[in-house]
Every structure is written in structure tokens, then in C-alpha cells.
């Protein structure tokens, strides 16, 4: 299955992707200056185990996240190229975790949750502008809009679920006696 990421939501968390990856599966991981140019909006940027992430995917990636990163300011060409490559990186963190969704057969949403995402897109969209109106712009059908927010929630939903896993991990493993201890062993660094 190859995801478009017409409308790519970027979510936080994506340290707990490690949790995910298959080393083996990202099999463009380059520098951002080691790339060759880039002659084409189609051409290929990264490949998560054959899934490919266009230059125009990562283009329209880095504009839907532009404005939070510029607030009031301007972007030098050092701070987008950082932001571009994070970017990057982030999708290749969303393929990846989507991926062991689907291998898990937990890639599926319920038409609760895809009514709920669209109702966010539906909020982020400008004074006057539809949902519909927005994907005939974007030559996408209300298919592609499903594919996508359907993408979007599977990755938060592992994303959210890696985070409570970690949480109740490191609950148990840090009692009060865990730091009773811990404290009493190492008093010279609480000076």
C-alpha cells in the first residue's frame, strides 16, 4: 500500500518510534547534502521498505508545519534545512510505525475516528473553504481524504499506545523503594 501524504499531520512523539524500526526497512538514509538535486517533484527523496516519500511529499510536509516553525520570524537557510531534514525524518517515522500497524492488523479506524479527524482538518481549513472544495483543488477524492486521515490516526493511535506502555513501565519499575535506595546510594550527587 503506498501512502500519499496529500495531508501529512505530523504528529509529537516521534522519539518513540525507535520502538518500531526495523533497521533494515529505510533504504535511503542520507544526509540532506549527501542528495542528488532534485530534478522533479516525483522523484523519490526516501524509500521505507519500498514505500516511497516524494520530493513533492516532503515539500508539502514542510509547508503544513512552516508556519508553527516561523512565527514572527524568518527561516534561514541553515534553520530550513534542519527543519526539512526533521521533517524527513518524520515521515519516515510515521511509514514506519504505520507499517507495523498494518503488520499487527491494527490499521483500521472506526467512522467515530475518521469523523473525528475530519472534523480537525475541517477546523485548520480557511474562512470559507470545504473539505470539498479543498480535496477538488488538491485533485484527491473523498477516498484519497479517507486513505490519509486513516494513515494519520493508525500513527497517533501506536504513537499514544507506545507512550502508555512506556509510562506503566517505568511506574512499575520506579517505586518508592527504587528511590529510597537510589537516593541512599548515591547521596554525593544530591549535594
Given at each position: 500500500?503506498?501512502?500519499?501524504?496529500?495531508?501529512?499531520?505530523?504528529?509529537?512523539?516521534?522519539?518513540?518510534?525507535?520502538?518500531?524500526?526495523?533497521?533494515?526497512?529505510?533504504?535511503?538514509?542520507?544526509?540532506?547534502?549527501?542528495?542528488?538535486?532534485?530534478?522533479?517533484?516525483?522523484?523519490?527523496?526516501?524509500?521505507?521498505d519500498g514505500d516511497v516519500i516524494t520530493e513533492e511529499g516532503l515539500r508539502i510536509a514542510v509547508n503544513s508545519i512552516m508556519p508553527m516553525q516561523s512565527f514572527h520570524t524568518t527561516v534561514?537557510?541553515?534553520?530550513?534545512?534542519?527543519?526539512?531534514?526533521?521533517?524527513?525524518?518524520?515521515?519516515?517515522?510515521?511509514?514506519?510505525?504505520?507499517?507495523?500497524?498494518?503488520?499487527?492488523?491494527?490499521?483500521?479506524?472506526?467512522?467515530?475516528?475518521?469523523?473525528?479527524?475530519?472534523?480537525?482538518?475541517?477546523?485548520?481549513?480557511?474562512?470559507?473553504?470545504?473539505?470539498?472544495?479543498?480535496l477538488e483543488r488538491s485533485h484527491m477524492t473523498m477516498d484519497d481524504l479517507r486513505e490519509d486521515l486513516t494513515f494519520n490516526a493508525v500513527v497517533e493511535r501506536e504513537q499514544k499506545n507506545?507512550?502508555?506502555?512506556?509510562?506503566?513501565?517505568?511506574?512499575?519499575?520506579?517505586?518508592?523503594?527504587?528511590?529510597?535506595?537510589?537516593?541512599?546510594?548515591?547521596?554525593?550527587?544530591?549535594?
Open positions: 500500500m503506498s501512502m500519499s501524504l496529500k495531508w501529512p499531520a505530523l504528529t509529537a512523539g516521534m522519539l518513540l518510534t525507535a520502538f518500531f524500526i526495523n533497521s533494515t526497512a529505510i533504504s535511503a538514509e542520507k544526509k540532506a547534502e549527501d542528495l542528488p538535486l532534485i530534478r522533479s517533484v516525483k522523484d523519490a527523496v526516501a524509500s521505507v534561514t537557510d541553515t534553520r530550513y534545512k534542519a527543519i526539512r531534514k526533521k521533517t524527513l525524518e518524520d515521515l519516515i517515522n510515521s511509514k514506519l510505525i504505520y507499517k507495523y500497524a498494518v503488520k499487527n492488523k491494527r490499521d483500521k479506524i472506526t467512522d467515530k475516528e475518521f469523523n473525528e479527524s475530519r472534523k480537525k482538518l475541517e477546523k485548520r481549513l480557511r474562512k470559507g473553504d470545504t473539505i470539498e472544495k479543498v507506545a507512550q502508555e506502555r512506556i509510562k506503566k513501565e517505568a511506574e512499575d519499575l520506579v517505586t518508592d523503594k527504587y528511590m529510597r535506595d537510589y537516593y541512599g546510594k548515591n547521596l554525593d550527587k544530591f549535594k
